[in-house]
């Protein structure tokens, strides 16, 4: 019996972000000032969809940098296994900026609060919002997303795992049992 059941197919990913850009466009008077920040790992490569989406639709140039978490999360030392370290990449002023922090699933919040954490360490935005693929419930953080594209509770001993042409070859979106 498989245990893992495909949530999102390639067609509904690309529809689901092209929503949150549509969202992310009407929210924001003017774009000039806005910067997303996708978190490693494939936050990043939906950060770079959004930002072509936005620049099609609105022919502004919007600017993309990546945040590596790594270091600010609150579970860094419990981790068995060296972590791979991907490097922040912002190349301008984060000062004043509204940034669209955007991740592929949100979860139990700690993600974001590391993200948050390295965010000030370039500057002090006028605004973050969240930009997220998948909302999964279950938060520890008082944290919300402000663009969801898709909402998928789960229970426990359940993942989602988010696969993008990006780094794996294949979008798609998966439930997993936590029993495999």
Excluded: C
């Amino acid at each position: 019996m498989n245990k893992n059941r495909k949530i999102l197919s390639p067609k509904d990913i690309s529809s689901k972000i092209t929503r949150i850009a549509h969202e992310i466009i009407e929210h924001h008077n003017d774009l000039s000032n806005l910067v997303l920040l996708g978190i490693h790992n494939r936050g990043v490569p939906i950060a770079g969809r959004l930002r072509k989406l936005i620049q099609d639709f609105t022919n502004i140039e919007i600017q993309l940098g990546s945040l590596d978490i790594t270091f600010h999360r609150d579970d860094f030392r419990d981790r068995l296994t060296m972590p791979e370290i991907k490097g922040t990449d912002i190349q301008f002023d984060l000062s004043d900026k509204v940034i669209i922090l955007v991740d592929d699933v949100l979860y139990s919040g700690r993600t974001i609060r590391a993200a948050l954490d390295e965010i000030n360490s370039f500057g002090r935005p006028s605004i973050i919002r969240l930009a997220v693929l998948v909302d999964r419930g279950h938060r520890e953080l008082p944290i919300r997303a402000d663009f969801v594209g898709k909402n998928i509770p789960t229970h426990s001993g359940e993942h989602i795992a988010v696969r993008l042409v990006e780094s794996d070859g294949e979008d798609g979106v998966f439930l997993i049992n936590g029993d495999e």
